[in-house]
């Protein structure tokens, strides 16, 4: 079974940076590509960003030129970077790989005052 574990979330002011890392327990070769979600609060799931296993990268408008995803193949694990913070952009992030199957992180908190 393959597990993903998420960290780095935390409270941090507007403006503010904070990097979340996505551990896999297998390559993330394996895999068509990773993903990082968010929910906040009585809101729907929303993409954040993507790289997909050639390298390829896409973010939401509403992170663009904030956030920066990435990976280290060596270690497994995919990470966001997180510049410019919002107070919106307070929700549980959570990593997703997926392929023949879909496989999903227990999430972590990011939490940005104002």
């Known amino acids: 079974q393959v597990q993903l574990v998420e960290s780095g979330g935390g409270l941090v002011q507007a403006g503010g940076s904070l990097r979340l890392s996505c551990a896999a327990s297998?390559?993330?070769?394996?895999?068509?590509?990773m993903r990082w979600y968010r929910q906040a609060p009585g809101k729907q799931r929303e993409l954040v960003a993507t790289i997909t296993r050639g390298g390829f990268t896409d973010y939401a408008d509403f992170v663009k030129g904030r956030f920066t995803i990435s990976r280290d193949v060596a270690k497994n694990t995919v990470y966001l970077q997180m510049s410019s913070l919002k107070p919106e952009d307070t929700a549980v992030y959570s990593c997703?790989?997926?392929?023949?199957?879909?496989?999903w992180g227990q999430g972590t908190q990011v939490t940005v005052s104002s």
């Open positions: 997703n790989a997926w392929g023949i199957k879909n496989y």
């Open positions: 297998e390559s993330i070769f394996s895999f068509n590509g």
